[in-house]
């Protein structure tokens, strides 16, 4: 059974630091690219930060680069996302989703709010 588990959300205000956690089991986490996507009210769901199988690759959307950093840890079957500096426009939900790029099999987990208010 696929299961993505994210956890370390909350709420924090602006200019703190969050770091969230995404567990995965289930599959084969190694070969699988790990992205964290968000989605706040009303608006549509948008990856934040993107990191390749081996994590040689990270990528970030522009309203997060050099405030969040995705890292992975294969040995643990965890991702993690760093978010530093925090927005009140970084309050959503954010989701934990593995894709492979050879089967295009996706998985996504359940979500984890994160709300900065002061």
């Known amino acids: 059974q696929v299961q993505l588990v994210e956890s370390g959300g909350g709420l924090v205000q602006p200019g703190g630091s969050l770091r969230l956690s995404c567990v995965a089991s289930?599959?084969?986490?190694?070969?699988?690219?790990m992205s964290w996507y968000r989605q706040a009210p009303g608006k549509e769901r948008e990856l934040a930060a993107t990191?390749?199988?081996?994590?040689?690759?990270?990528g970030y959307a522009d309203s997060v680069k050099g405030r969040f950093t995705i890292s992975r840890d294969n040995a643990k079957n965890t991702v993690y996302l760093q978010m530093n500096s925090l927005k009140f426009e970084d309050t959503a939900v954010y989701y934990c989703?593995?894709?492979?790029?050879?089967?295009?099999?996706?998985?996504w987990g359940q979500g984890t709010q994160v709300s900065v208010s002061s």
């Open positions: 989703n593995a894709r492979d790029n050879v089967s295009r099999r996706t998985y």
């Open positions: 289930g599959f084969t986490f190694s070969v699988y690219r």
């Open positions: 990191i390749s199988n081996a994590g040689g690759f990270t």
